[in-house]
């Protein structure tokens, strides 16, 4: 008979989220097997996000909802983790006393021993610390647990870019890079698995290697390279990037790695420079124009995708009518668009004329209107077999 128990995982956010959650699923195999069943799970991870207020009001709602569950199952362990879990700490515990676990992402490995302790002590823990020496620990993915052919493999943790709007650097904490042998010797697992498309994720990838010794430094581009002469590996991506710090050895890859998928998301946040300016980005339009041009260079039929802001604080109408022609110019394959979001204690937060709800909605519905048709425009093009530049 089977004795382990019964673990779901509810995973909101970005993919570096994904990959947490089945290191976590990995870490507790031994006393808990997955569940898709809510209803069934003697233990619970909600792993949160933060990086607008939409996504942190949907943890909440989940981990509110969850407070009547453990009064008719007053054994079952309830963890919060993830971004919101990091940014929020004691304060999450106080406010929903029926969560067991408030664990940030650095400390998703002593998820085990929180795990025993929280029964033993029976109280709430929380586990937030970040401390600047953090090393992500090398940890060997479960081949029998995941995708049969594609994996994450997280490279880096963190972001050191501070643009005014965002939360990252605050719940993630500083760039942490790990080591490329530990890298390296994930992905040879995974292939030795069977595994042939590897997605290689950090919250700005292109600074990979910048907090390791100048001496002994292996840079974004070198680790594709090494990853490409891995044997099983077929297909490798990588997310996300930062424009600003795009270099021309890693543009140089589409040409050179044929493993390398011709597709690059390239957030440019907004068409304006002005807006640009006040996001803290570092770049202007022009020059990432000059870089969407380099990569069209190297990789002809390359498909780019970004990620937008409409409503940030400030934005004019002329702003707005920046980011509207700059999407005809490159004309992205695909989009994520967002109304800007308030998230303390992001400096945006104090930024002059905010945007009323109901403009940032109008712009919103414009912006993806005219996204969408290009989209659409963008695969016929696969269809007929026809690339336009
Ligand atoms: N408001 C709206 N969108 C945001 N993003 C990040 N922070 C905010 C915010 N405060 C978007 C950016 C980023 C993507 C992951 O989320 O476009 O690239
Ligand atoms: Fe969300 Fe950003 Fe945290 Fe990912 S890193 S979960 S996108 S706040």
């Known amino acids: ?58 943890a909440y709602s989940l981990l509110g909802a969850l407070r009547k569950r453990k009064k008719e199952k007053p054994e079952l362990i309830i963890a919060a983790t993830g971004c919101v879990a990091q940014q929020e700490g004691a304060k999450m515990l106080s406010r929903m006393p029926h969560v067991n676990l408030v664990i940030g992402p650095q400390n998703i490995y002593q998820l085990p021993d929180l ?24 940890f060997l993915p479960s081949i029998q647990d995941g995708h049969p ?68 430094r292996t840079g974004f581009a070198a680790l594709l390279r090494k990853v490409a002469e ?50 803290n980005r570092k770049y202007t339009i022009e020059h990432y124009l000059e870089k969407v041009a380099t990569l069209r260079e190297f990789c002809p039929g390359i498909a780019l995708t970004t990620d937008l802001i409409v409503g940030f604080p400030g934005e004019t109408d002329m702003d707005f009518q920046a980011t509207m022609a700059l999407i005809e110019q490159v004309r992205y394959h695909s989009a994520f668009s967002f109304k800007y979001s308030n998230r303390p204690p992001a400096r945006a937060c104090d930024f002059p004329d905010p945007i009323p709800r109901e403009e940032k909605e109008r712009r919103l519905a414009v912006l993806q209107q005219r996204l969408q048709e290009i989209t659409l425009e963008r695969n016929m093009e696969y269809i007929h077999g026809i690339h336009r530049f």
Do not use: W
């Open 230 to 279: 891995i044997k099983g590996i077929e297909r490798i991506r990588f997310t996300t990037s930062n424009p600003n710090d795009l270099s021309l050895e890693l543009m140089r890859c589409f040409a050179e790695l044929d493993k390398l998928c011709p597709h690059f998301h390239l957030p440019v946040q907004s068409g304006s420079n002005t807006v640009l300016k006040r996001m």
């Open 1 to 58: 008979m089977n004795q382990k128990k019964l673990l779901y995982i509810e995973t909101f956010g970005c993919q570096m989220n994904d990959r947490d959650s089945e290191i976590m699923r990995q870490l507790l195999a031994n006393a808990f097997e997955p569940t898709e069943l809510i209803n069934d799970a003697d233990a619970i991870i909600v792993n949160t996000c933060s990086i607008r207020g939409k996504a942190e009001q949907k």
């Open 115 to 138: 795990f025993v302790e929280t029964q033993r002590q029976g109280k709430g823990l929380v586990a937030t610390e970040m401390v600047k020496s953090f090393r992500i620990p090398p």
């Open 149 to 216: 052919y594609k994996r994450f493999v997280t490279i880096m943790q963190g972001c050191n870019n501070f643009c005014t709007y965002c939360i990252v650097p605050f719940t993630r904490g500083r760039e942490i890079s790990r080591k490329p042998e530990d890298i390296l010797a994930e992905v040879n697992h995974l292939a030795a698995g069977g595994v042939k498309e590897v997605t290689l994720l950090g919250q700005n990838v292109n600074s990979y290697g910048n907090d390791h010794p100048v001496a002994s």
